[in-house]
């Protein structure tokens, strides 16, 4: 092996013709790794993961052995995922599938618990019940596929799902823990986003409370939308301390029906579920633009829009 070159050292151990990597991972992303990353919940949308429910629906007789709330027609549902996914493309984002080569468990389509999108690639989730363990995989190797980068695998006992978490800006995130996220999954990711300087608020849910995604949802830079009695007190008063305001959704019921559970597309313009009509005015009075789409089927799965959406990009 020639260690000397031409003139001196060769390049390969340093010498003239050496050109140091001096660029960040963060500035790399669109040249080096595929277009990715989120370090707000409002920025306009730019592509999605999902999973288009397939033969795994099939033949469910207990659903809430699987986690469901009843038995979900696998027909319907797989119509009104198409539905979400077009509506999608009418905005103008991009949409890619998970694609499994095998069959699934029944939930893989609840793309959001299983991944979490920082402003410098994604961490890979480890959902908290047995039902769903072996979902990572499928969701790591398309990951991967896109070319989009990897920076963590949840470890050990540690469970963390996407859901729980939400970004307030590139700097600060909430990451709140209860039923699906643990202490230690929470630790685990702490300590990677506060690595990139990222002021992580920890905040707690509720007893009977899935994720943070249903109970808080931010729209735009100034305004929270809360389910009063959900919504974690902490995360209220640090939106409210940041200048946020928070308001309070008008009615249960349609909260109950995933009227909460939306995607943001855009600054004040959102995907929610129809037949939530009260919900719907409210955030219209807010100057927000509700675009509907019928998941009625889908919501038997015990899940909404922001639930079957594995956010790539915002920006």
Request: proline share 6%; glycine share 12%; charged share 20%.
């Amino acid at each position: 092996m020639t260690v000397q070159g031409a003139g001196g050292l060769a390049a390969a151990y340093g010498g003239a013709g050496w050109q140091p990597r001096t660029s960040s991972l963060r500035s790399e992303i669109g040249r080096v790794w595929s277009a990715c990353g989120v370090g707000c919940e409002w920025a306009p949308l730019r592509s999605v993961l999902l999973h288009r429910p397939g033969t795994e629906l099939a033949g469910l007789i207990e659903p809430d052995r699987v986690q469901m709330l009843q038995a979900v027609d696998a027909d319907k549902a797989r119509q009104q995922h198409d539905s979400i996914a077009q509506a999608y493309r009418e905005a103008g984002v991009r949409v890619e599938y998970v694609n499994p080569a095998d069959e699934p468990p029944p939930n893989l389509m609840f793309v959001a618990d299983l991944m979490l999108m920082t402003p410098e690639g994604a961490i890979v989730g480890r959902p908290a019940s047995k039902v769903r363990a072996g979902e990572e995989p499928f969701v790591s190797r398309r990951l991967s596929e896109l070319g989009i980068p990897i920076l963590r695998t949840i470890r050990g006992t540690a469970a963390l799902e996407g859901a729980d978490a939400a970004w307030i800006a590139p700097s600060t995130a909430f990451l709140a823990t209860g039923l699906r996220t643990n202490a230690e999954g929470a630790a685990q990711v702490g300590g990677l986003l506060r690595e990139m300087g990222v002021d992580v608020i920890d905040i707690g849910l509720p007893y009977g409370a899935m994720h943070l995604m249903g109970q808080l949802r931010l729209v735009d830079r100034d305004l929270a939308i809360a389910w009063p009695g959900r919504a974690p007190y902490a995360a209220v008063e640090a939106l409210r301390a940041r200048g946020y305001s928070v308001a309070l959704l008008p009615d249960e019921g349609e909260a109950r029906q995933q009227a909460t559970n939306f995607v943001v597309l855009g600054p004040r313009e959102i995907l929610m579920p129809a037949g939530n009509p009260i919900t719907r005015s409210f955030y219209e009075r807010l100057g927000i633009t509700a675009h509907t789409v019928e998941i009625d089927e889908l919501v038997r799965a015990a899940g909404g829009i922001g639930c079957l959406t594995g956010v790539l990009e915002r920006g």
